[in-house]
């Protein structure tokens, strides 16, 4: 019992540390391409060296950090090409959802509008990270009145790609009021039908979500150099 007892407790110290780096890493306090060493953790944080290294195992399995070979665990970079390839998916994942709407079931509208009203919901907290889920859990349930659970992780799973990023947008825009009022939007236009007005949303959201997220990683770029 008494084993059990301490590894739930060993265990509960790694996810917090695990929260604290994911924290700093969502608020920019460490910029993607950071390196991330086990030993300056250790000491700034008060803990062991191994407890860094399994919390860093965790950050892997969430795609927020990456092993390099001879380099240690950074925080992850996208590359441009990576960028292009998650809007080009993500975009024709969306245009499905659309040619989906005349036949979407009840259930799968009620879980897009659950889904909007979260999203409204978290609008004035002070979490990026918290807005950043909402959205991405918003256009998972937008990919879901497929009626495809594959196509709608494979959605979640591209944004989840981009959630450092989108969450530093969330972070540093001043607009966030529209974009919810233009998901509100998109929401109304699935459940009357509009497959066309539902069409020309994908094609004109994708490329302005493509264009912030290109901005973002310019600007991270240019406070790398600034701080070199």
């Given at each position: 019992m008494t084993t059990n007892l301490t590894s739930k407790t060993e265990a509960s110290g790694v996810e917090k540390i695990a929260a604290t780096l994911r924290s700093?890493?969502?608020?920019?306090?460490?910029?993607?391409?950071?390196?991330?060493?086990?030993?300056?953790?250790?000491?700034?944080?008060?803990?062991?060296?191994?407890?860094?290294?399994e919390a860093l195992r965790i950050l892997a399995t969430e795609e927020l950090v990456m092993h390099l070979p001879n380099?240690?665990?950074?925080?992850?970079?996208?590359?441009?090409?990576?960028?292009?390839?998650?809007?080009?998916?993500?975009?024709?994942?969306?245009?499905?959802?659309?040619?989906?709407?005349?036949?979407?079931?009840?259930?799968?509208?009620?879980?897009?509008?659950?889904?909007?009203?979260?999203?409204?919901?978290?609008?004035?907290?002070?979490?990026?990270?918290?807005?950043?889920?909402?959205?991405?859990?918003?256009?998972k349930a937008l990919v879901g009145i497929t009626g495809s659970l594959k196509l709608a992780e494979l959605e979640e799973s591209l944004m989840q790609t981009l959630q450092v990023i989108i969450a530093c947008i969330e972070n540093d825009?001043?607009?966030?009021?529209?974009?919810?009022?233009?998901?509100?939007?998109?929401?109304?236009?699935?459940?009357?039908?509009?497959?066309?007005?539902?069409?020309?949303?994908v094609d004109d959201y994708i490329p302005i979500g493509k264009d912030f997220v290109i901005k973002q990683i310019l600007s991270q770029k240019n406070s790398l150099r600034l701080r070199r």
């Amino acid at each position: 019992m008494t084993t059990n007892l301490t590894s739930k407790t060993e265990a509960s110290g790694v996810e917090k540390i695990a929260a604290t780096l994911r924290s700093a890493i969502f608020n920019g306090t460490f910029l993607p391409g950071d390196q991330l060493k086990e030993v300056a953790l250790s000491h700034s944080l008060g803990v062991s060296r191994g407890s860094v290294r399994e919390a860093l195992r965790i950050l892997a399995t969430e795609e927020l950090v990456m092993h390099l070979p001879n380099k240690g665990v950074s925080v992850r970079k996208l590359s441009l090409a990576e960028i292009d390839d998650i809007f080009l998916t993500r975009h024709i994942l969306e245009t499905k959802a659309c040619e989906c709407i005349p036949t979407v079931p009840e259930e799968l509208l009620n879980n897009l509008e659950e889904k909007t009203v979260a999203y409204e919901a978290v609008v004035n907290l002070d979490d990026p990270v918290t807005i950043a889920n909402a959205h991405i859990n918003y256009h998972k349930a937008l990919v879901g009145i497929t009626g495809s659970l594959k196509l709608a992780e494979l959605e979640e799973s591209l944004m989840q790609t981009l959630q450092v990023i989108i969450a530093c947008i969330e972070n540093d825009r001043d607009d966030t009021q529209n974009e919810i009022a233009n998901h509100r939007h998109m929401t109304e236009m699935v459940r009357s039908g509009c497959v066309e007005g539902a069409k020309k949303w994908v094609d004109d959201y994708i490329p302005i979500g493509k264009d912030f997220v290109i901005k973002q990683i310019l600007s991270q770029k240019n406070s790398l150099r600034l701080r070199r």
